[in-house]
Structure formats: C-alpha cells, structure tokens
C-alpha cells in the first residue's frame, strides 16, 4: 500500500467534481512530448521528431545528428489498488547520423544513445510518469543504413499510474 501512494502522490491527479473517481490527467501524447522536449534540451541533436520516417535518405544531412520517437504499444496491468492500474508504453528511439568515416559514425551513436540513456533512464519527465519504470530496455545498430548514414535503435518504454478503471483522460 505504501508503494501506491508513492506512485499517486508524485502524479498531479486531481478530483472529478461530483464524482469518487480520480481522473488522471496525462496521456500517451504528453508524456512523448516531454521525451521530444527532454531530448532537444540536451542541444546534441540537430533535430528531433514524434513521427516516423518511411526513409531517412531525403532528409538533408544539416538536420543530423537526428532522433526519431515512434509510439510502438501499450498495456495495462492491474495494480494493489482495486480499479487502478499501471499503463506501460514502449516506443523505438532512432538515433542517426551522417558522418563519413564508420569509427566516427559509430563513435557518435554510442555517445549519443548514452545521452538518451542519462536523459531519460529514471525520469519522471517532469512528474508525467513513473521514473523508475522509464528506461531504455536495448539497443541495436540498424544493418540496412547506407552509408554516410549509420543509425541506432533503441527499445524503450515509460509507465504511469491510472488511479481508477475509468478515470482515462478524453480530452481533446
């Protein structure tokens, strides 16, 4: 029960009037604008984006280094309080870069997705979601680059707490 209330206590939850539920009032989207907004504070990259990108070959070499956060999925466990429960979103981080020599290319993704680590490894992203559960789970260089280009992709994923079984937020 003590965990529960850590978790509630450090979400910015706040009461339906005339209701018993709690409404919970992030989503998905806010929580990946705060991963876009914690990623370009670290000025390292020359652009960041939440969409997916068929081809990196038509974008201009001036916008690498570049970061790409594409939602993947979601699921819900139940959690020690009745009706709540916690939602868990992983996502794919692309990391790429555009340098002739491959030392260099692969030099600059590592430092990189170390900077994506430190940035987003335990975060609550500003009290969004749930730190210890935001991690980047693995990562995997991605064979089908061509060169001058070599990108790196990282599984990750983010939790927060629902405190009631309809208490999802619906607004626009």
């Known amino acids: 029960m003590g965990f529960l209330v850590f978790l509630f206590a450090h979400q ?4 339906v009037p005339g209701a018993e539920v709690t409404v919970n009032p992030y989503r998905d989207r806010d ?7 914690a990623l370009q504070a670290t000025s390292e990259f020359s652009d960041v984006s939440l969409q997916p990108v068929e081809s990196f070959a038509n974008i201009p070499a001036d916008r690498t280094p570049m970061a ?10 139940p959690d020690t309080a009745p009706g709540s429960s916690i939602r868990r ?16 290319q692969y030099q600059a993704l590592d ?24 991690r980047i789970r693995q990562g995997s260089f991605d064979t089908k680059s061509r060169h001058p280009e070599l990108r790196v992709n990282l599984d990750a994923e983010f939790s927060y707490a629902i405190p009631a079984s309809a208490a999802r937020n619906v607004t626009r």
């Open 12 to 15: 910015n939850t706040s009461a």
């Open 31 to 37: 929580v990946f604008a705060a991963i876009v907004a």
């Open 68 to 77: 790409l956060v594409i939602p993947r999925q979601w699921q819900e466990d």
């Open 89 to 104: 979103v992983g996502y794919l981080l692309s990391l790429a870069v555009r340098l002739d020599d491959p030392q260099d």
């Open 111 to 134: 430092r990189l997705a170390a900077i994506v680590q430190n940035t987003l490894d335990g975060s609550s992203l500003g009290g969004l979601c749930l730190g210890p559960m935001s």
